[in-house]
T-cell receptor, first 118, second 112 residues
Framework: DAGVIQSPRHEVTEMGQEVTLRCKPI?????LFWYRQTMMRGLELLIY????????DSGMPEDRFSAKMPNASFSTLKIQPSEPRDSAVYFC????????????????FGEGSRLTVL | DQQVKQNSPSLSVQEGRISILNCDYT??????FLWYKKYPAEGPTFLIS?????DKNEDGRFTVFLNKSAKHLSLHIVPSQPGDSAVYFC???????????FGKGTTLSVSS
């Protein structure tokens, strides 16, 4: 089974440019999350969706960041314009709610997109 | 305001010994606690979890202990192996399958 697929794996861009990161969640999962990892802040939640609807975007740093989930199999995180402080590894994760005692609460992560803004 | 704290940025252990990684949390609404392991250039991978109705969960060499009154959990790895060298993240959520709040991670180094 394919896991969470993210693209691109690496992106180097110049300040002011638009950056679009893409994510394909695991088929059948109804939750999708975007996280950002930096040395200073660790893994921080940016936004998450349930059934394609944004539930909590309070972690999105500012209006330069936007995320969409047009369908159950695709999501984008866009930064426009990008700044050097946006340099980080961005992770997408997905999960499903089964209910019951066997639910571990696990999120399944992609391999991440490393963004460098010069 | 960090809801999940891992106060030790790093831990060094000899092969065969026990590794104990600690995590504290502040939100009493957290119901699920998870440990993730992360290798460089890879995404975090799930290791073990525990719900708030339990105080211990074991899976092979890995055991997680939860002390709700102290808002503290720990991960024990016995025996430690060089392949366990990675960054370990503690995470918590109020509801299974929903957003996880992560600690900043502890880098474990296991020497042979």
């Amino acid at each position: 089974d394919a896991g969470v697929i993210q693209s691109p794996r690496h992106e180097v861009t110049e300040m002011g440019q638009e950056v679009t990161l893409r994510c394909k969640p695991i088929s059948g999962h109804d939750y999708l999350f975007w996280y950002r990892q930096t040395m200073m802040r660790g893994l921080e939640l940016l936004i998450y969706f349930n059934n394609n609807v944004p539930i909590d975007d309070s972690g999105m740093p500012e209006d330069r960041f936007s995320a969409k989930m047009p369908n159950a199999s695709f999501s984008t995180l866009k930064i426009q314009p990008s700044e050097p402080r946006d340099s980080a590894v961005y992770f997408c994760a997905s999960s499903f709610w089964t209910g019951g005692v066997k639910n571990t609460g696990e999120l399944f992560f992609g391999e991440g997109s490393r963004l460098t803004v010069l | 305001d960090q809801q999940v704290k891992q106060n030790s940025p790093s831990l060094s252990v000899q092969e065969g010994r026990i590794s104990i990684l600690n995590c504290d949390y502040t939100n009493s609404m957290f119901d699920y606690f998870l440990w993730y392991k992360k290798y460089p250039a890879e995404g975090p991978t799930f290791l073990i979890s525990i719900s708030s109705i339990k105080d211990k969960n074991e899976d092979g060499r890995f055991t997680v202990f939860l002390n709700k009154s102290a808002k503290h959990l720990s991960l024990h790895i016995v025996p430690s192996q060089p392949g366990d060298s990675a960054v370990y993240f503690c995470a918590a959520s109020e509801e299974a399958g929903t957003a996880l709040i992560f600690g900043k991670g502890t880098t474990l180094s296991v020497s042979s």
